[in-house]
């Protein structure tokens, strides 16, 4: 298990190197909630299209070992999922940091 401390601490650096106008903002969270129901009913949709793109790409398609598609699509509804659902604050980002660890 990871100490989400660390992990806040690791996305806090990461998005302190970021460009200040491409970082998220409070009104970014808010355009989220107010379409939030259009964007969840359109989340199965969004899995689908992003992985056929990336499987009818071969120097992508061979990353992916076989019958990790199904896995893969699986771990971006969740992703989305709690993008949509859960606040957009420095514990969301230390969980998008243990994502990469």
Same mark, same amino acid.
């Given at each position: 298990?990871?100490?989400?401390?660390?992990?806040?601490?690791?996305?806090?650096?990461?998005?302190?190197?970021?460009?200040?106008?491409? *970082?998220?903002?409070? !009104?970014?969270?808010?355009?989220?909630?107010?379409? +939030?129901? #259009?964007?969840?009913? %359109?989340?199965?949709?969004?899995?689908?299209?992003?992985?056929?793109?990336?499987?009818?790409?071969?120097?992508?398609?061979?990353?992916?070992?076989?019958?990790? *598609?199904?896995?893969? !699509?699986?771990?971006?509804?969740?992703?989305?999922? +709690?993008? #949509?659902?859960?606040? %957009?604050?420095?514990?969301?980002?230390?969980?998008?940091?243990?994502?990469?660890?």
């Amino acid at each position: 298990m990871y100490d989400m401390t660390v992990m806040n601490q690791i996305a806090k650096a990461a998005i302190n190197q970021m460009p200040p106008n491409t *970082r998220f903002t409070d !009104e970014d969270g808010k355009i989220i909630q107010q379409h +939030k129901d #259009l964007l969840m009913s %359109i989340g199965g949709e969004l899995v689908t299209a992003f992985y056929d793109t990336l499987f009818a790409h071969e120097p992508t398609r061979v990353v992916f070992r076989k019958g990790e *598609r199904a896995e893969r !699509e699986v771990t971006l509804a969740a992703f989305w999922a +709690k993008t #949509l659902n859960e606040p %957009i604050n420095d514990d969301y980002f230390g969980w998008m940091a243990m994502l990469e660890v």
